[in-house]
């Protein structure tokens, strides 16, 4: 559990402090770098500020949620076009040839060790920071809350998307439902699993961390319109730190926290279990 408040790595960079609450805010699509090695990839400084590049605006939510609840927010310093960290090691979309209709030269004929490469440089650390402050916090017993960042451009294929914000959920939809009444009832149009369904293949990151830990958790998309500046950064800052309390506070109320920490108590048994016993129960299933 992070005490920092801006830890960097070469993938990744950690905001906000933990003190205590349950939420664990992750940003796959907040970055816009691309390694020097790589160039501009043969995209236009113009084309990568585009929503292919990144997750317009959800950099500035993240960091000001993670300020005001407090909360730790691990985020993604790379563009998506470099790889999209919310995609499974060898996912059609991980890294894209085309996105959008624009080319992305140098994607396109890797080779395996290339992939490899930004496997091991940007994906799998990313993913590992999440994983580290997620072990510390079960090695506590501490009930916790995965919430995943994500911001949708306004308009895809001529269609005006009409939802100021998206709540995605597959498996475990508890704490989804919960955030998208809440929106809701503050006046906004909210999308139940739009404009993306979160599934087992479209996405990486809430299947790993949520779901596969069986730890309470949701995917938030804001439409990019409204934090394309500061002063909508901060209104929806504001709006997810009133708001994301009052939604674990039902939560706790309707499900118990005490189940939650049951859960992670349990894990921590079987990642502490012997080997021979881990492998004799693999050998069964």
């Not at 070469?10 to 907040?30: I, K, N, W």
């Not at 009409?162 to 597959?170: D, E, Q, S, Y």
């Not at 790993?208 to 995917?219: A, D, N």
Request: charged content about 20%.
């Amino acid at each position: 559990m992070t005490d920092s408040t801006a830890e960097t790595a070469s993938s990744f960079a950690v905001y906000g402090t933990d003190q205590g609450g349950p939420f664990v805010l992750v940003s796959d699509h907040a970055g816009r770098a691309v390694p020097p090695a790589l160039g501009d990839l043969g995209v236009s400084a113009e084309e990568r500020a585009r929503h292919i590049g990144w997750d317009i605006g959800i950099d500035g939510v993240g960091r000001q949620l993670a300020a005001l609840l407090p909360a730790v927010l691990i985020e993604q310093v790379y563009s998506r076009l470099v790889i999209d960290c919310n995609r499974a090691p060898g996912h059609p979309t991980s890294i894209v040839s085309v996105s959008d209709g624009t080319a992305v030269p140098a994607n396109a004929g890797l080779t395996p060790e290339q992939i490899a490469d930004r496997h091991e440089t940007i994906l799998h650390p990313y993913h590992g920071r999440i994983t580290q402050e997620l072990d510390a916090r079960l090695k506590a017993g501490r009930p916790t809350a995965v919430v995943a960042l994500h911001s949708f451009t306004p308009e895809m294929r001529g269609f005006k998307r009409p939802w100021h914000a998206g709540i995605l959920h597959n498996h475990d939809s508890r704490l989804a439902h919960i955030m998208l009444d809440l929106l809701r009832q503050d006046g906004l149009t909210v999308g139940d699993n739009e404009p993306y369904a979160l599934t087992d293949t479209s996405d990486y990151t809430i299947p790993l961390h949520g779901e596969k830990r069986q730890l309470p958790h949701l995917e938030i998309e804001i439409r990019q319109d409204l934090i394309a500046d500061e002063a909508g950064q901060k209104d929806w800052a504001e709006r997810l730190a009133r708001l994301l309390p009052e939604a674990w506070a039902q939560f706790c109320k309707v499900y118990g926290a005490s189940q939650i920490t049951e859960a992670l108590t349990a894990q921590d048994n079987q990642q502490s279990a012997p080997a021979s016993a881990k492998q004799a129960g693999q050998a069964s299933r």
